[in-house]
């Protein structure tokens, strides 16, 4: 007999994880219908003040609830992520389900297929409860860019969740999605999870398929899961993951089972922490909670704790800030008014209407990347800034390969202060991009990240702790991160 619906209420939607969800689905504690709409009640009650949704999807929810319950009903074993409530940032495409980018300019953009890594979750039972609220083309630290309005952090409504993927983590944060996926350029999974007290992983540059994510900067573009645990991350990307050929960028690199690997013990693993990333700039509490953590991998865990130099990364901000935007000046130049959404109305002539189009449809910080980014490529600039960026960015990576020869994985903060005041920096873009500055090297040199909760400020601030790992050893990063967050919950 089908079980009746059951409603959860909110403490178990808040608490759920990958797994539980999922069994409660395969031992028909509850349906996949009733979970989804448990989840849509909650979030048209509490989704109002958070503001982490732009688009729900019931009607493909729904729909895949239903499939996931007619085999639950058939007696079969169910998929990975059958009947698993997600949300998914607003820059990666979904087949009929508005998809903006956070931009006036695809406001009205409807999808004619589904992103690579979208189609994998679903195909693996996941059910997608909508859109989320981002930073316009993902182009900012705080969510304070995008076109629809800003998010506010769960934890504290006056508060950024951070951005590029502000409202995936905070819709995790709040309970109103047990996972999501979001993007990450130069910090865009890592900080808002950071901020919200949720776990943020960003893989390889090439581990994941591109396909169907709205570009920004293409060679540093990723897609990655945000998540309640470091195993709901592993999880999530164990199925992402793996060679498209939809996306010619996208690795042949075998994909492991992460959820067995991070039960493997990590002690003994050798662990870099920078003398770079704890000097200025850095909030006292911020470096006190990080250098806690770290003291507990090596008591708890057993990891040897070994001081690298990482002597280039002052180098970083300057570096990604060109690189970013020249690559967004290409990527942007194809809305046009022509091929995709927004078209400025009463312009006599093409030109006319490209240019109408292009400012009214971008917000302030896209237009300024554009404008920076194609001064950066044009002709007498471009050995100055853009070739120099990417000569930087070639001693960043041998600054990595050379620590890597020592360690197993490098432990720094994310970010350098808690989440900080809706508006804070909004007029000032200088504040907010140096607040990168821990995030952006990994995406420059292409290799994983991870940020996991590491305690709160006094003020009740989650604070992240970053670990980065060599290209395509994801396993030893989620490994750490768990021992790490099983030592913490142990305490
Ligand atoms: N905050 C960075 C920026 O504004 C990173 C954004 C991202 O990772 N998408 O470019």
Redesign the pocket.
Known sequence: MRPEKITLNYLDLNLLTIESARNAVQERQITATALAESFFRKIQSEDGNIHAYLELSKDRALAQAARMDALADKGELLPPLAGVPLAIKD?MVTRGVRTTAGSKILSNFVPAYDCTAVARLEQAGAVLLGKTN??E??????NE?SAFGTVCNPRDLSRVPG???GGSAAAVAAGNAVAALG???????R?PAAFCGVVGLMPTYGRVSRYGLIA??SS???IGPITRTVKDAALLLRIIAGRDVMDSTSAEVPVSDYTQEIGRPVKGLRLGVPREYFGEGLDPEVGALVQTAIQSLAQKCGCEIVPVSLPHTEYAIPA??LI??AEASSNLARYDGVRYGFRAAEAGTLAEMYRRTRDQGFGA?VKR?IMLGTYALSAGYYDAYYLKAQKVRTLLARDFDQAFQNVDAIVTPTSPTPAFKLGEKADDPLA??L??IF??VA?LVGIPGISVPCGQSREGLPVGLQVLGKHFDEGTILRVAHAYEHARAAS
């Open positions: 820059v981002c930073d083309f993902a182009m900012g630290s705080s860019n951005g590029s993927s993007s990450d350029t130069g910090g865009s999974i900080q920004f900067a540093l573009d990723h990604y800030y970013a935007t910080e990347r907010m991009y607040a990168d995030t952006v995406d």
